[in-house]
């Protein structure tokens, strides 16, 4: 079965940097783009960037266009979020997401905390 | 960039009809997901293709869609319903949620 596994979170200080990964299992993880959703504490979910398949192409929402940046290593079936120049909002569990045209399978989320 | 916006409390008793409805000029032509969040965890679409359902998701949900709007509808809203539900689509490579809809059944 579709199995994703979010790693990296952790405790780090304004303007610091982390790398977040997520360990893909039970499907062709070359086959399928990715995305990066988080939620703050007590909020909504807010959609962070997307990769295709190939890596090829990546999207971002404006809130952290610039300072993160998505990519994947598909010989690892792993993709990674780098956080630059982190805030104290972009505090939240950051979950990474395979969607396709009917079906939508996500990790259980690593929690980021920004904060001095 | 696109919005979706949705109330943020829905109420019902265990049995009623509860309806969730997400606004947004996107959904005009793309279509809407719909997620059930549960406190603790992740995620878990109930409605693609604004009215399509995923296999091991229970009948008494379903979608529809009519212009800017979407509908989610629990009929015969059960206690283990009540959770988080958010709706979502995706255009011109902007993907965006709704701000969230907490449905309470008691």
């Known amino acids: 079965q579709v199995q994703l596994v979010e790693s990296g979170g952790g405790v780090v200080q304004p303007g610091r940097s982390l790398r977040l990964s997520c360990t893909a299992s039970g499907f062709t993880f070359s086959s399928y783009g990715m995305h990066w959703v988080r939620q703050a504490p007590g909020k909504g979910l807010e959609w962070v960037a997307v990769?295709?398949?190939?890596?090829?192409?990546?999207y971002y929402a404006d809130s952290v266009k610039g300072r993160f940046t998505i990519s994947r290593d598909n010989s690892k079936n792993t993709l990674y979020l780098q956080m630059n120049s982190l805030r104290a909002e972009d505090t939240a569990v950051y979950y990474c997401a395979r969607e396709d045209s009917s079906s939508s399978h996500w990790g259980q989320g690593t929690l980021v905390t920004v904060s001095s | 960039s696109y919005e979706l916006t949705q109330p943020s409390s829905v109420s019902v008793s265990p049995g009623q009809t509860a309806r969730i409805t997400c606004s947004g000029d996107v959904l005009a032509k793309k279509y809407a997901r719909w997620f059930q969040q549960k406190p603790g965890q992740a995620p878990v679409m109930v409605i693609y293709?604004?009215?399509e359902r995923p296999s091991g998701i229970p009948e008494r949900f379903s979608g529809s869609s009519s212009g800017t709007t979407v509908t989610l509808t629990i009929s015969g809203a059960q206690v283990e319903d009540e959770a988080d539900y958010y709706c979502?689509?995706?255009?011109?490579?902007?993907?965006?949620f709704g701000g969230g809809t907490k449905l309470t059944v008691l």
């Open positions: 979502y689509s995706a255009a011109d490579n902007n993907w965006v």
């Open positions: 293709k604004d009215s």
């Open positions: 990769i295709w398949y190939d890596g090829s192409k990546q």
